[in-house]
């Protein structure tokens, strides 16, 4: 069977890698999500990757009134990079050719981003972990993942999320919220549902790049929507 996406841009959350302990790595739920993602590297799908850094610090929430709007976001990059080269570490133990590269130049760590070099990568068939988010403050990893994917001609944004579609209320709080299968970009920006950020939204729809969020609860998600299966909702 054939994957439905031949490049893809996987956005993961810090706090998934945390698992129920919220804070820190919990490499039991690390090691199944990268299971998964050997399994779409066996496929052939060539996959990038932003993760966040909100298992560690949530920059502007962690520092909002404490410190400088710019700096507290600085530390949230730094945040990324310690979950970014976690999940690099077991993907390499799992055999599966990966490179990390930064935003933010630590030559010593990781490779900076070229977006050149990083395609290059994607060809070879190596995972591209992405880094520090955009590089620059006031950007959330939601925004740094549209980039990512517009400058790397990805057929599509993964969001694997904590809820398992989008739903027209916080199902939580408004029970038999209606889910949607399929909602447009400006729907999600009129309505101010909470798929990513406004900017991210925009950049996303400016670009022409549907995104489809699902539960990462069973990381065979992942799999499951490269294949095609419908599952979650899609936004276009």
Same mark, same amino acid.
């Given at each position: ?8 841009? *996987?956005?993961?959350?810090? !706090? ?34 932003? /993760? ?34 976690? %999940? ?8 599966? #050719?990966?490179?990390?590269? +930064? ?36 950007? &959330? ?15 599509? /944004? *993964?969001?694997?999320?904590? /809820? ?6 916080? #199902?939580?709080? %408004? ?6 299968? !399929?909602? +447009?970009?400006?729907? %999600? ?8 950020? &406004? ?17 990462? !609860?069973? #990381? !065979?998600? /992942? ?9 979650? +909702?899609?936004?276009?």
């Amino acid at each position: 069977m054939e994957p439905k996406y031949k490049r893809v841009l *996987l956005k993961l959350s810090g !706090e998934a890698l945390a698992g129920s302990a919220t804070r820190g790595l919990d490499f039991d739920i690390i090691g199944k999500i990268c299971d998964v993602l050997k399994k779409c590297n066996d496929a052939g799908v060539e996959m990038g990757i932003v /993760i966040g850094g909100g298992n560690f610090w949530r920059g502007v929430k962690d520092g909002g009134g404490r410190m400088e709007r710019t700096r507290a976001d600085h530390m949230g990059m730094m945040a990324t990079v310690l979950n970014c080269l976690a %999940v690099a570490d077991v993907l390499e133990q799992n055999g599966v #050719p990966v490179r990390v590269q +930064t935003a933010i130049q630590m030559r010593e760590i990781a490779e900076p981003y070229i977006r050149l070099k990083a395609i290059h990568h994607l060809e070879k068939k190596r995972i591209v972990i992405f880094a520090c988010g955009t590089g620059s403050p006031y950007f &959330s990893t939601d925004t740094a993942a549209v980039l990512r994917a517009a400058e790397i001609n990805a057929d599509a /944004i *993964l969001l694997a999320k904590n /809820i398992d579609g989008v739903y027209e209320a916080d #199902p939580k709080v %408004v029970p038999g919220a209606k889910k949607f299968d !399929e909602i +447009t970009y400006t729907d %999600v920006l009129t309505r101010r549902l909470a798929v990513m950020d &406004s900017t991210a939204t925009s950049l996303s729809m400016d670009n022409s790049i549907p995104i489809l969020l699902f539960a990462l !609860e069973d #990381p !065979e998600n /992942i799999y499951r929507v490269i294949m095609g299966e419908k599952i979650g +909702t899609r936004v276009h």
